[in-house]
């Protein structure tokens, strides 16, 4: 059974770049929620995709947008990149109706601004 | 709005000895409360989660963590821990709601194991 899967592992981009970031979620699950984790802190809540649609929004800017896709799968974009921007980006699926709420997450792309 | 505090940003311990993490969370509605853990270079891992009923969890790798309602903690334990629990443990909250799932994190508290 696949875990939850993201691609690249690792990114480096410049200042004023675009960026996009990708996740498999598990087999079976059909919601796929994004965090930031910056270094030395615990991951922020961006954005949850349900049904092809933003379900739930953190506190992030318009730079920040996603989209999912009809076999589930998601993407995060970011647009003009700023240094802040660089964290591990950790994607997160589940099974929605699921009363536990339990996510499972993928191993995160590393995304270094410079 | 939900917050989590992590009291101990880094718990050193010898190998071997007892352990517990404290969390503390603040919420104006029910929640579910987790833990995680983060390996080194790795993803999230989830050790145990509170739902309902017994306020004693155990969750994997020897852990278990006690929610207390009126003191709004969920703290992690382990009687004896090992070289292979250096980790960051992460606690988490989210809302009941359905279609509100987002998990809350703490800013981790780092564990590491002295031989």
């Known amino acids: 059974d696949a875990g939850v899967t993201q691609s690249p592992t690792h990114l480096i981009k410049t200042r004023g770049q675009q960026v996009t970031l990708r996740c498999s979620p598990k087999s079976g699950h059909d919601t796929v929620s994004w965090y930031q984790q910056a270094l030395g802190q615990g991951p922020q809540f961006i954005f949850q995709?349900?049904?092809?649609?933003?379900?739930q929004r953190g506190n992030f800017p318009d730079r920040f947008s996603g989209h999912q896709f009809p076999n589930y799968s998601s993407e995060l974009n970011v647009n003009a990149l700023l240094l802040g921007d660089s964290a591990l980006y950790l994607c997160?699926?589940?099974?929605?109706?699921?009363?536990?709420?339990?996510?499972?997450f993928g191993p995160g792309t590393r995304l270094t601004v410079t | 709005a939900q917050s989590v505090t992590q009291l101990d940003s880094q718990v050193p311990v010898f190998e071997e000895a007892p352990v517990e993490l404290r969390c503390n969370y603040s919420s104006s509605v029910s929640v579910y409360l987790f833990w995680y853990v983060q390996y080194p270079n790795q993803g999230l891992q989830l050790l145990l989660k509170y739902l309902s009923g017994s306020t004693l969890v155990k969750g994997i790798n020897g852990f278990e963590a006690e929610f207390n309602k009126s003191q709004t903690s969920f703290h992690l334990r382990k009687p004896s821990v090992h070289i292979s629990d250096t980790a960051e443990y992460f606690c988490?909250?989210?809302?009941?709601?359905?279609?509100?799932?987002?998990?809350?994190f703490g800013t981790g508290t780092r564990l590491t194991i002295i031989p």
């Open positions: 995709y349900y049904e092809e649609e933003e379900r």
């Open positions: 997160a699926s589940s099974l929605a109706g699921n009363l536990v709420h339990e996510q499972y």
């Open positions: 988490a909250v989210s809302d009941r709601d359905f279609g509100n799932e987002k998990l809350t």
